[in-house]
Protein backbone atom coordinates (compact mmCIF):
# COMPACT_ATOMS: atom_id res chain seq x y z
CA UNK A 1 0.00 0.00 0.00
CA UNK A 2 1.16 3.55 -0.69
CA UNK A 3 1.99 5.46 2.00
CA UNK A 4 -0.58 8.68 2.40
CA UNK A 5 1.78 12.09 0.91
CA UNK A 6 0.13 15.45 2.01
CA UNK A 7 1.92 19.06 0.37
CA UNK A 8 0.68 21.78 2.38
CA UNK A 9 0.80 25.06 0.54
CA UNK A 10 1.35 27.90 3.53
CA UNK A 11 0.53 31.75 2.38
CA UNK A 12 0.40 34.77 4.78
CA UNK A 13 -3.20 34.37 3.18
CA UNK A 14 -5.32 37.47 1.26
CA UNK A 15 -9.07 38.85 1.99
CA UNK A 16 -9.31 39.44 -1.62
CA UNK A 17 -11.00 37.37 -3.59
CA UNK A 18 -9.33 37.44 -6.92
CA UNK A 19 -5.63 37.07 -5.73
CA UNK A 20 -6.72 33.82 -3.27
CA UNK A 21 -8.00 32.52 -6.49
CA UNK A 22 -5.08 33.48 -9.21
CA UNK A 23 -1.96 34.49 -7.00
CA UNK A 24 -2.42 31.86 -4.25
CA UNK A 25 -4.54 29.76 -6.72
CA UNK A 26 -2.02 30.20 -9.01
CA UNK A 27 0.87 29.14 -6.34
CA UNK A 28 -0.88 25.71 -5.37
CA UNK A 29 -2.13 24.83 -9.25
CA UNK A 30 1.29 24.27 -10.21
CA UNK A 31 2.71 22.63 -7.39
CA UNK A 32 -0.13 20.58 -7.53
CA UNK A 33 0.84 20.05 -11.14
CA UNK A 34 4.57 19.06 -9.75
CA UNK A 35 3.44 16.90 -7.19
CA UNK A 36 0.88 14.77 -8.10
CA UNK A 37 1.07 11.87 -5.62
CA UNK A 38 0.86 14.45 -2.71
CA UNK A 39 -3.06 15.62 -1.63
CA UNK A 40 -2.86 19.12 -1.39
CA UNK A 41 -3.95 21.36 1.56
CA UNK A 42 -4.33 25.09 2.17
CA UNK A 43 -3.36 27.00 5.09
CA UNK A 44 -2.59 30.78 5.98
CA UNK A 45 -0.21 32.14 8.64
CA UNK A 46 -2.50 35.00 9.47
CA UNK A 47 -4.90 35.18 12.14
CA UNK A 48 -6.47 38.62 10.60
CA UNK A 49 -6.64 37.29 7.59
CA UNK A 50 -8.56 33.94 8.72
CA UNK A 51 -10.73 36.07 11.32
CA UNK A 52 -11.91 38.25 8.37
CA UNK A 53 -12.56 35.02 6.00
CA UNK A 54 -14.06 33.46 8.35
CA UNK A 55 -16.52 36.28 8.96
CA UNK A 56 -17.26 35.91 5.27
CA UNK A 57 -18.05 32.34 5.35
CA UNK A 58 -14.79 31.00 4.01
CA UNK A 59 -12.76 28.85 6.38
CA UNK A 60 -9.48 28.04 5.83
CA UNK A 61 -6.71 26.57 8.35
CA UNK A 62 -3.71 27.81 10.08
CA UNK A 63 -0.49 25.29 9.62
CA UNK A 64 -0.68 23.69 12.64
CA UNK A 65 -4.60 22.57 12.45
CA UNK A 66 -3.66 21.25 9.37
CA UNK A 67 -0.82 19.49 10.42
CA UNK A 68 -3.18 18.07 13.19
CA UNK A 69 -5.85 17.15 10.31
CA UNK A 70 -3.40 15.47 8.91
CA UNK A 71 -1.84 13.22 11.88
CA UNK A 72 -5.27 11.82 12.93
CA UNK A 73 -6.07 11.31 9.04
CA UNK A 74 -2.87 8.71 8.97
CA UNK A 75 -0.61 10.80 6.51
CA UNK A 76 2.95 9.64 6.17
CA UNK A 77 4.77 11.98 4.66
CA UNK A 78 4.16 15.41 4.61
CA UNK A 79 5.74 18.74 2.65
CA UNK A 80 4.97 22.58 4.46
CA UNK A 81 5.77 24.77 1.32
CA UNK A 82 5.94 27.46 1.78
CA UNK A 83 4.76 30.89 -0.07
CA UNK A 84 6.53 33.85 1.67
CA UNK A 85 9.36 35.57 0.59
CA UNK A 86 12.17 35.50 3.55
CA UNK A 87 12.59 34.14 6.89
CA UNK A 88 10.47 36.36 8.62
CA UNK A 89 7.98 36.38 11.67
CA UNK A 90 5.30 34.62 9.64
CA UNK A 91 7.79 31.83 8.57
CA UNK A 92 10.22 31.08 11.40
CA UNK A 93 7.10 31.49 13.90
CA UNK A 94 4.17 29.55 12.15
CA UNK A 95 5.58 27.20 10.18
CA UNK A 96 9.35 26.48 11.46
CA UNK A 97 8.28 26.52 15.22
CA UNK A 98 6.17 23.47 14.02
CA UNK A 99 8.89 21.09 13.06
CA UNK A 100 9.60 19.89 16.93
CA UNK A 101 5.70 19.38 17.58
CA UNK A 102 5.16 17.08 14.54
CA UNK A 103 8.38 15.67 13.91
CA UNK A 104 7.00 12.55 15.60
CA UNK A 105 3.39 11.98 14.17
CA UNK A 106 5.06 11.73 10.77
CA UNK A 107 7.76 9.59 9.41
CA UNK A 108 8.77 12.43 7.04
CA UNK A 109 8.24 16.18 7.41
CA UNK A 110 9.79 19.03 5.16
CA UNK A 111 9.99 21.97 5.55
CA UNK A 112 10.65 24.21 2.42
CA UNK A 113 12.24 27.44 2.47
CA UNK A 114 10.43 30.96 1.85
CA UNK A 115 12.16 32.45 -1.72
CA UNK A 116 14.87 34.44 -0.70
CA UNK A 117 17.75 32.52 1.57
CA UNK A 118 20.80 33.92 0.41
CA UNK A 119 22.60 36.05 -2.21
CA UNK A 120 22.07 34.28 -5.28
CA UNK A 121 18.72 33.83 -4.85
CA UNK A 122 18.08 37.86 -4.08
CA UNK A 123 20.08 38.01 -7.64
CA UNK A 124 17.74 35.91 -9.25
CA UNK A 125 14.28 37.11 -7.99
CA UNK A 126 15.86 40.85 -9.07
CA UNK A 127 16.80 39.64 -12.39
CA UNK A 128 12.98 38.41 -12.81
CA UNK A 129 11.89 41.95 -11.34
CA UNK A 130 13.71 43.67 -13.94
CA UNK A 131 12.50 41.76 -16.68
CA UNK A 132 8.77 42.95 -15.55
CA UNK A 133 8.87 46.25 -15.49
CA UNK A 134 7.68 48.07 -18.25
CA UNK A 135 10.30 50.82 -20.09
CA UNK A 136 10.35 54.21 -18.15
CA UNK A 137 10.06 57.51 -19.28
CA UNK A 138 13.12 60.24 -18.31
CA UNK A 139 12.05 60.66 -14.33
CA UNK A 140 9.84 58.27 -14.44
CA UNK A 141 10.55 55.47 -11.45
CA UNK A 142 9.22 52.19 -10.30
CA UNK A 143 8.29 51.80 -5.91
CA UNK A 144 8.58 47.54 -5.03
CA UNK A 145 7.21 47.78 -1.52
CA UNK A 146 6.17 45.04 1.19
CA UNK A 147 5.05 44.61 4.75
CA UNK A 148 8.11 44.13 7.29
CA UNK A 149 9.14 41.56 9.88
CA UNK A 150 10.35 42.06 13.32
CA UNK A 151 13.34 39.48 12.42
CA UNK A 152 16.80 40.83 12.29
CA UNK A 153 17.23 40.82 8.68
CA UNK A 154 20.29 42.98 8.61
CA UNK A 155 22.72 40.13 7.26
CA UNK A 156 20.71 40.31 4.09
CA UNK A 157 21.52 44.40 3.65
CA UNK A 158 24.41 43.87 1.50
CA UNK A 159 22.83 41.10 -0.60
CA UNK A 160 20.01 43.38 -1.39
CA UNK A 161 22.06 46.32 -2.21
CA UNK A 162 24.24 44.56 -4.63
CA UNK A 163 21.16 43.24 -6.07
CA UNK A 164 19.61 47.07 -6.13
CA UNK A 165 22.25 47.22 -9.40
CA UNK A 166 19.77 44.63 -10.99
CA UNK A 167 16.76 47.01 -10.90
CA UNK A 168 17.92 50.06 -11.93
CA UNK A 169 16.90 49.74 -15.64
Known amino acids: MDSKKALVVISFGSTFDETRTHDIGGIEQAL ?3 FPAYDQYRAFTSVIIRKRLAERGIKIDDTETVLQKLADA ?3 EVV ?3 THLLHGEEFEQKILSLKDKFTAKFQKIIISQPLI ?3 EDYKLA ?3 IAV ?3 PLAP ?3 VVLMGHGTPRN ?3 MAIPMLSCRKSLIL
Open 132 to 134: QVP
Open 74 to 76: GYE
Open 117 to 119: VNE
Open 32 to 34: AAA
Open 80 to 82: LQP
Open 139 to 141: GEG
Open 126 to 128: AAA
Open 153 to 155: NKH
